[in-house]
């Protein structure tokens, strides 16, 4: 049996375009520890099999590294367990652009504030999203993918 293991930080895949050569530390530093494959089946209690279901299923969101490896940021999980209402932010945040890592960043990222937004001022939208404001991380992905779709 292998067992549990804490997150730990991994670096992105490198820069590509204008900033190439730059560490991405910064973007890992926000994106904060991750799981590695076999550490993030020993977190949550499932086989290689079962991971892959809830990756492709939207429950689980995998970023792949520079050096090919998978991992899966720390902060998707509450209390050890997938948040159930992941799959609809994911499937709409896809519509806009198709890099899991914005995605990863999106979520863990804390909005500034607007009345009209829905967004708890100093709270990432994956906390919105444990503390059950689904509708309202919903219409933010909407907007978000409406804007980098519209790039």
């Not at 930080?9 to 991750?34: E, H, M, Q, Y």
């Not at 991992?71 to 896809?94: E, I, K, N, S, W």
């Not at 909005?111 to 100093?122: E, L, Q, R």
């Amino acid at each position: 049996m292998i067992e549990p293991q804490e997150p730990q930080r991994v670096d992105p895949p490198p820069r590509v375009g204008r900033g190439a050569g730059r560490t991405n530390s910064r973007l890992a530093d926000a994106i904060g520890p991750c799981f590695t494959e076999e550490s993030i089946g020993a977190a949550l209690g499932h086989s290689a099999e079962e991971i892959a279901t809830l990756i492709q299923g939207d429950y689980l969101l995998a970023l792949t590294t520079s050096d090919g490896s998978v991992v899966f940021p720390a902060f998707q999980l509450d209390h050890g367990r997938t948040v159930q209402a992941l799959p609809p932010v994911l499937r709409m945040l896809r519509k806009g652009i198709n890099d899991p890592w914005t995605w990863a960043l999106w979520l863990n990222s804390t909005p500034p504030f607007s009345a009209d937004d829905h967004d708890a001022p100093g709270t990432s939208r994956m906390a919105q999203l444990i503390a059950g404001d689904v509708d309202g991380v919903v219409l933010a992905a909407y907007r978000a993918a409406q804007s980098w779709r519209s790039r």
